[in-house]
Every structure is written in C-alpha cells, then in structure tokens.
C-alpha cells in the first residue's frame, strides 16, 4: 500500500515560487507513474501534471505548462512539483497521486483523469495573493 505525504504548501504573492514535495512509503516509488492534481473551493479537481516512474517523462497541463516542472528522486521516495510565476488563479490544495505501473499513458485523457490513480495524498493548501 503507497503512502503519500504533501508537503510545501504556503502562502506567496503573485509571481514568487513554491516546490511541493511527495513522499511515498511502502513501495518502491519507480514502479509508480505520480501526478499532481489540484482543487479550488467549489471546483472540481484539476490536472496539473505527471511524471513517469523513471522521471524521463512529463506532461502537463496547458494553464501550468513553462511554468511548473515536475521531478522526482526516487532513491528518496519523492516527488517534487516546482512552481514558478504563481498566479492568484493557481490557489488550491494540491495533491499527489500515484499509480502502479511506470510508464505514462499514451492517452492525454487517461494521463490527466483523477480516476486513474489509486493512491492519493492528503494535500497541501497553495494560496496564491495579488
């Protein structure tokens, strides 16, 4: 069983940056495709991004993509999100999901789907303010 821990989360004025770290125990964290997902109140939960269990592969989504950059280091069981150029539209909790199997999907859809990822971190409040 994969245990997610987000940490990182703050309070930053528009324009700063912030990494957020996942760490995962229990598993050897390689062998788990990660992604982060994010929710603002009375929204739905929102893709951000997603690496491959090697960390060679990335994805992003649109409104994030040059601005955040997902890594991992798996001899320490985590996965970091580094966000740049924070926008006040960027608040939310962001969390860390994971799935077993390393290599991404060839399908956007399912590469972003929340439903797709078993295993799920309690997250981490970004406030984002002008």
């Known amino acids: 069983q994969v245990q997610l821990v987000e940490s990182g989360g703050g309070l930053v004025q528009a324009g700063d940056s912030l990494r957020l770290s996942c760490d995962a125990s229990?598993?050897?964290?390689?062998?788990?495709?990660t992604a982060w997902f994010r929710q603002a109140p009375g929204k739905e939960r929102e893709f951000v991004a997603t690496i491959s269990g090697s960390g060679a592969a990335t994805f992003y989504a649109d409104s994030v993509k040059g601005r955040f950059t997902a890594s991992r280091d798996n001899a320490k069981n985590s996965v970091y999100l580094r966000m740049n150029s924070l926008r006040p539209e960027d608040t939310a909790v962001y969390y860390c999901?994971?799935?077993?199997?390393?290599?991404?999907?060839?399908?956007?859809?399912?590469?972003?789907?929340?439903?797709?990822?078993?295993?799920w971190g309690q997250g981490t409040q970004v406030t984002v303010s002008s």
């Open positions: 229990g598993v050897t964290f390689s062998n788990y495709r």
């Open positions: 999901a994971a799935e077993l199997g390393a290599v991404l999907s060839p399908s956007s859809g399912a590469r972003s789907a929340p439903n797709r990822y078993h295993f």
